[in-house]
């Protein structure tokens, strides 16, 4: 690429771009990396139609996120969004020739809105945040072997194999779910959802005082575990010692109102009902000298690596956590304070044990520090401004991205 020409591509995704950690890493990456970004995502109101965000280029579509329980919505919601792509996707592309167009799921199927793009040559990327089988028939309780989960098995099949190559977010997901749906290893890359450490930069100063101050950020819903989260609190022995604060909204958020209304926690939690845009929410944890992952363990949250526990540790906070699959291959059983899974009496207890002791504090601490390093986004950013070049072949820049 000569200095005065950069590489344009495309990407989209079905969310609200500047509240999505993944997708702007991604973004900024690229950019850094010497293409131009152009990125098709949803319209929060009172948000402008288009917007330089750090380089990229954000192009709204006329839509918000469907908050709700009912399948048959969310898959409308994805359709209506599938077809604005569709459209949009096909202007961009007589205007810029874009040789890559990076998808993120949900939905999988969002990839055929590249079908003009694709005959004209256009390398496609599949991101595959969450496997959409198991994520539809976790939070919809209708299981796997369904009639409605071998429908979406089929169409993540079929877009797997429509695109030149697959992402995702790490290593358990590839072996655990992708590779049993039939998806084929060549094509997989895994490019970590870890945490980005410039930032969420180490703590340097870190005091153990005498209350606990847990934090809870991200997408309320009810895997997240927050249900059994609260109903720990209730049952906590030093509730003068304990407090909770929760930044984020989803599906779940009426509905935890209403617990911490019904468990008189009003005093213990603070609800932050909304998302906040990435590169400020540091600000909002600054408070904070506990992280909490009280995730809900099911067919897809079983390989659930949450990016909160990678973002407190690379502050150097302790964490308190469930184990899963994902969880459990990454992590070893003294780096964080576990409790058992589905088990609110369990957690209950270490957080009584924290407020008891602060020497267990600091050490969970010192850990979190020691750990830091093995899951920073700085090194996954290089593998995938990599694989950007390898598709559009494009040589690396003296003044990006080594």
């Known amino acids: 690429m000569t200095s005065h020409r950069r590489e344009p591509i495309l990407m989209m995704a079905y969310t609200y771009y500047e509240s999505d950690p993944r997708v702007i890493r991604e973004a900024e990456a690229a950019v850094e990396g010497g293409f131009e970004v152009d990125f098709l995502a949803l319209r929060r109101p009172g948000s402008p139609p288009t917007e330089m965000a750090r380089g990229v280029r954000l192009i709204r579509l006329n839509q918000a996120k469907y908050r709700g329980r009912g399948h048959v919505r969310y898959l409308l919601a994805y359709m209506k969004f599938f077809f604005s792509c569709l459209v949009m996707t096909t202007r961009l592309f007589f205007a810029r020739r874009y040789r890559v167009i990076h998808v993120n799921n949900m939905p999988d199927f969002l990839v055929f809105s590249t079908f003009i793009p694709r005959l004209f040559g ?5 991101d595959i945040h969450d496997p959409m089988p198991n994520t539809f028939a976790s939070k919809f309780k209708g299981g796997e072997g369904g009639f409605f989960y071998r429908l979406l098995l089929w169409q993540e099949r079929l877009s797997a194999a429509y695109c030149s190559r697959i992402v995702t977010v790490h290593d358990p997901v590839r072996d655990g779910i992708l590779l049993k749906h039939g998806l084929a290893p060549g094509s997989i890359s895994v490019i970590a959802n870890f945490a980005d450490d410039i930032l969420f930069p180490l703590r ?3 005091k153990s005082d ?3 101050r847990l934090i809870f950020h991200g997408t309320i ?6 249900g059994m989260l609260l109903v720990a609190l209730s049952h906590v022995r030093h509730k003068d010692r304990v407090v909770l604060k929760i930044i984020g909204e989803g599906d779940f958020s009426q509905t935890l109102t209403g617990m911490i209304q019904s468990l008189n926690l009003r005093d213990v939690v603070q609800f932050d009902n909304r998302s906040y845009p990435v590169h400020s929410i540091l600000d909002q944890i600054a408070d904070c000298n506990v992280g909490i992952v009280p995730l809900e363990i099911s067919s897809v949250t079983n390989y659930a690596l949450p990016l909160k ?3 407190y540790i690379s502050l150097g906070l302790p964490v308190v956590s469930v184990r899963n699959k994902a969880i459990s291959y990454y992590l070893g059983e003294n780096d964080c304070l576990f409790f058992e899974r589905d088990n609110p009496d369990s957690l209950s207890a270490a957080l009584d044990r924290l407020a008891e002791d602060p020497d267990t504090v600091m050490r969970y601490r010192e850990r979190s520090v020691a750990l830091r390093g093995r899951f920073s986004w700085s090194g996954e950013k290089k593998k995938y ?3 950007l070049r390898d598709l559009t072949g494009v040589e690396g820049r003296s003044d990006g991205i080594t």
Do not use: N, P, W, Y
């Not at 256009?122 to 599949?126: A, H, P, R, S, Y």
């Open 122 to 126: 256009t390398k496609v990327i599949l």
């Open 204 to 206: 340097q100063s870190f």
């Open 210 to 212: 005498d209350i606990i």
């Open 221 to 226: 819903l009810e895997r997240s575990g927050l």
């Open 309 to 311: 526990l990678l973002e």
């Open 385 to 387: 401004v990599a694989l």
